[in-house]
Every structure is written in C-alpha cells, then in structure tokens.
C-alpha cells in the first residue's frame, strides 16, 4: 500500500502527463526491445516509482543486453535542497554499482531508499520480470523493520575508540555548531554576527525545511496589534502541561527573551529579503476552551506572492537568511559532515569533536570558545523511542519526522557523562492513518497523513465506543486513545464535513478556513484538502459508505454498538448539549448525511523533546548538576522545557524556544 503524505497533493503526485500516466500504470516502458539469447537484459527504457519522504521519486533506467547505460531521477516531488540535491549523487552511484544496491547519500534516506527501489524494479522488469495484478513490481520492502519495545535495547552504547592514524584532517575554529536546524543556525548567525569564528557541521547534504509556526511573546508586531499575554499564567500553563518536571527557568527564559530573538531574525530576513514580514496571527477561533489555554504566540513569515502558501515564504528565507549572516560574517557550513564523538582535555573541557565526513574519514574539530550541540531529538531511532518512550513507539503509526534526528548528538553528550531529561516527549499529531484491517506494528511505512484527524468530530474506539471528549489538543486523542484496544480509533464524519469544518474555527496547524487576519497559516486550502482524502481513498485509508451499517463493516468494527454509539451522539447533537463527555455545544454536529466517512487512527510522529540538561546559558551539565566546560546544547537536542506532551495550542512554542535559545546562545558563544 503506497504510503501518502501531506504534500502530494500540492506538489502534483497526481497530476502525471500522459505518457508519464501510461508508464506508472503499466510500470514498463513502450520502448522495450526484445531479450536476445545469452544477454542479462532486455534492452530498453524502464521506469518505476516508489515513496519518498515528501512525495514520488521517478527513475528511468536504460538497459543495453549487459549493462545499465543511463538513469534519470525525477526527484522534484521531494523537498529540493534535500531529495532534489540527492538526485545527482545517487544517479551516479547506480551508474556505477551497475545496480540498486548502492550506498545511498547521508541525510536523504528516504530519496535513496525510494531510487533503490525504483531501480531494482526497474532491473525486475529488465531482467524478464512478470508484472504483478495492477503494475506493481514485487521488490523488496526497505522500509525500517519494527522494534519491540520490551527488549530494553542497549540504545545508548559507548564511544568509538579512533586512532590518531585514522584522522585525516584537523581543523580549527572557535565555535563549533553541530547541525544547522533551528537552534544550529540561528546560533551560528548570532555568533559570526557577534565577532566570533564559526563552523557550522550537519550530516545532511543541506539544511532542513524549518517549521513555520514561531512562537514569541513580546514581539514588535504584538505590540502593533495590541496583543498582550499574561507571561505568569503562560508560563504556569506550560509549567502545569509538564506536571512541574521541567527547569522553569528555561521557560522564561523563552517568554522574557523571544520577543527580542525573533524581532531579531525578522530583521535578518528582511535585510535580504525587503518584500518579506514577519505576520502575527491573533485569531484564536473560539479563545480558551475548557481544556487548555490557548495565547496569542504564533508568528510566520510572509510575502505577497500568491504562489507561496502558509510555508513558502518561511521555508524560502528563514534559513537561508540566516546562512546569509554567518557566511557574510566568515562562518562556514561543512554539510554531509557526522559527529561521531566529542573529545575533552585533562580537565574535562570539551574541546572538540571527531567528525566523519562525506568520504567516510575521520576529522578532528577543535573549538576554542564551545561546541554547541543543535543536532535534533531521536525519533527516528527505532531502538531509543522504543526504549525511552514506548508509549509514543506503540500509539505512532506515521512518522513525520527527519531521518536525521537519530539521537547522534544525545548519545556523545552521555557518553562523557551529561545528563538528560529523565521524562520522554514526543510530539505527536492524530493525523496518522493506516488501513482499516491493521495493527499499529512499528512499520511506519504502511501509512498515511490524515491531516483533517485533528477536527473534534466524532472518535470510537475498536470497539465502536466512543471514549472521550474529541475537542482537545492534538495528542490529548492519542493518549486517551492509548488505554483503548490497540491504542487505535476511528474518526467518524459524513458529507458535511467543509461546513462542519468551518464551524470547528480550528487554530494553528489544525487550520483550513483562512484567517480573518489574512495570514496565510493554514496548511492547506480547501480545495488541498480535497485532493489530499481523495488520496487517502484511493489508498484504502479513509472508507466511504452509504449507510452507517457499511461503514461499519468497512472499518471493521461491531455493526450494532456501532449504530448505537452514533445514534446516541446526534441524539445529543439534537439536543444541543453533550451529556456523555462535555463537549462545546457548538462542535456537536451530526453524523446524519450520507456518504458517510472514516478511517483508523494512531499517531503522526514528529520529533522527541526529551533531551540533555542545560542551565540558563544553555551548558550542559553533569549528573551532579554541573556544567560540563566548552559543551552547550539547544533546541530538541536539550531538554528542561517538556515533559510527557507537548503544549500544541501554545502555537510555535517549540520552535520557538529553539530559536531563542540560539540566539541566546550565539551571544554567549562571541564572548
């Protein structure tokens, strides 16, 4: 089952020309010659696709009778300085391997996974294989295997033991910054601007795509607004979210120094990009409800331009703004470049790093000032999440997060004796989804996204039970749903579900209907959201049925108690007043007009927030609560700030605080 995610859609997955179509479909080229006796192939162009990270990844393979002759890779459906970068290196290395298995390129695992399996298909069908019922090619599912979670895996290991014969080249600089996310440049642009001499190392072949909500409090467009937030109740909220097992210090530290570190980065962004402003969303939907505190934090930032949505125009010159900064200050960024460990002197001072970089040979990194570890959480580490965090591990059916996030950073901190959170985070969306006959198994590759998961419609467990109060944040669902069969429900809606949605007044990623602001913070449009089910339909995630009866049956859950459960909710929508769970009058709509809707649940994982602990200067300290010298940590590579959920209605909080302790950060680096 092809696994769909939340930019097919946009990026045109489904809009192939027509010879394009023919050849997905049939999964072979017209242009094929006969196989002659005693050769290997069939000489020919063939083409086969297969799911990268952000969308499809075409390749077409020529075949002579021995050899392959050419590949071309059609990467643009993945994002471009990742899976786009990745298309070259990778066509290359199949020229040369004269076959699928290849090494792959660092940082674009899901792209290299997708060509080698485009390609083996590609040989299959060279080779005189037999197309499967529907154009599929038997290959080899390279998606990670499942973990289980009672093994206790030894995810943490020790420090590679590298001999001084083995290091290539060593390199000096003042300031080390190990990724080049949110925090690591937002720290190395804060630093270079300071004064100091900065590298910056990340294993990818590029930065990452940033998030887009940018949570603030204090900021110039605030006070333009009028918008006001009470900095104690936020940061009792925040503290309360956590159960009190948190530094409350680092939370205000975000609430009293954001409002001046994003200003700050408005101001970079702008000096290279005039047109571009930062916007300030104040609509709120319905304010507070019941069950959380929703303040006024998110930013993003925004052109003009019709063609760049909710993300564009944060993604097309946040980052790049600020690598404009560090290199115009005489800061460097080494891509596809690995921490393997740090290393310290006799006194324990971290004075560097042992890296690998894109050869695969040992560097030697010396930092005079600090090294700043800004290198991401753990979520795709199968063996740490289902260590630290097995809740998270078995409610996770989809995985939204970067390959890159492996705990690299994490890991070589403990070895030479940091300390971490001793609570696990994940962020976790209701917004994956898997087919109605399966079990959340640790195979996150049989998956889809479910993006309108989050709207407070009707939820029912296995069983066809309803089980709580649906209008909650987003992984609220997910932990009630953790004590039902499975860790799994259904999200329950009928024909009706635009206008239904427009009552909803959803906010931050959860927003469809525009904001009466004009920001451009939804993340998808109506018409998005369309083609996007219409996807997961066609991929037998989301089940449509004429009668509650069938819907039943299609989602594989009791008929009877079924039928009940939904008499039962629009008997309480009638009435105007949910007396079974509480929930607002005005999200009590009916399951009433045919066709009717739905599709199983688990979670969408984005990223862990359980990390290294740090004091205000963003050190990271020792089991004893000490500082370990020349060693900083921020943004999810830390920790401090959460513990168990993460506050979703305190919109763009975590990058947020990523990028102001990385500026706070930068600052303390220069000196």
Known sequence: ?????????????????????????????????????????????????????????FVTVTFDETHITDVVIDASAETPAIGGVAADALTEQVKK??????????????????VKKAVADCIYQASGGTIEEGGAVAVQDVSAPAVDASNNLDWLGTAPEIGEGEIKETIDTEVLVVGAGNSGLMTAARAASAGAKVLVIEKAISSQTERHWIGAVGTKEQEADGTVIDKNKLVAELAKYASHRCDERLIRLWVNNSGEAIDWYAEQVKKYNPDVYLFHEYDLGEGDHDTYFCPATMHNFQDDLPEHDYSEATSTYGFASLVNVLTENGGTVKYQTKLVKLEQNADGRVTG???????????????????????????????????????????????????????????AAMWIGANKDPDPTAMLFDRGTIAPDQLSDGNWAKSGYF???????????????RFCNESVPYDFILHAAYMEPHHLYNTIYDSTWMDQIAQFKQIGCARIIPSPTGGKLQIFSPEAEMGLLMGMQQ??????????????????????????????YN?????GEDEDFGKEAYRMLPIKQAPFYGCRQGASLLCTLDGLRINTKMQVLDKSGEPIEGLYAAGDCSGGFFAHNYPEYIVGVAVGRTLTEGYLLGAELAK
């Not at 997905?24 to 080229?29: D, E, W």
């Not at 076959?99 to 940082?107: E, K, L, N, Q, R």
């Open 571 to 575: 008997e309480l929508c009638e009435k």
């Open 1 to 57: 089952m092809k696994e769909l995610n939340r930019r097919d859609f946009i990026k045109g997955a489904f809009g192939l020309g027509a010879a394009s179509a023919l050849t997905a479909l049939t999964g072979v080229s017209a242009f094929a010659e006969d196989k002659k006796e005693g050769a290997i192939y069939t000489p020919g162009t063939y083409t086969a696709s297969a799911m990268g990270r952000e969308g499809e990844v």
């Open 539 to 568: 991929a037998g995630f989301v089940q449509q049925a004429d009668t509650i009866e069938e819907l039943a049956e299609k989602l594989n859950i009791p008929v009877d108690t079924f039928v009940e459960t939904v008499n039962r």
């Open 97 to 114: 391997a004269q076959s699928s298995a290849i090494d792959g390129v660092s940082g674009a695992t899901e792209t290299s996974a997708a």
């Open 353 to 411: 790093i042992i890296a690998e970089n894109e050869n695969g040979e040992y560097i030697r990194i010396n930092a005079s000032k600090g090294v700043a570890l800004c290198c991401g959480g753990y979520a795709y580490n199968k063996e740490m999440l289902a260590t630290l965090n097995p809740d998270a591990y078995n409610s996770t059916v989809e995985a939204d997060a970067t390959p890159n996030d492996t705990g690299d950073g994490i890991k």
């Open 451 to 465: 993006h309108l998961g989050s709207q407070p419609w009707l939820k029912v467990n296995l069983n066809g039970e």
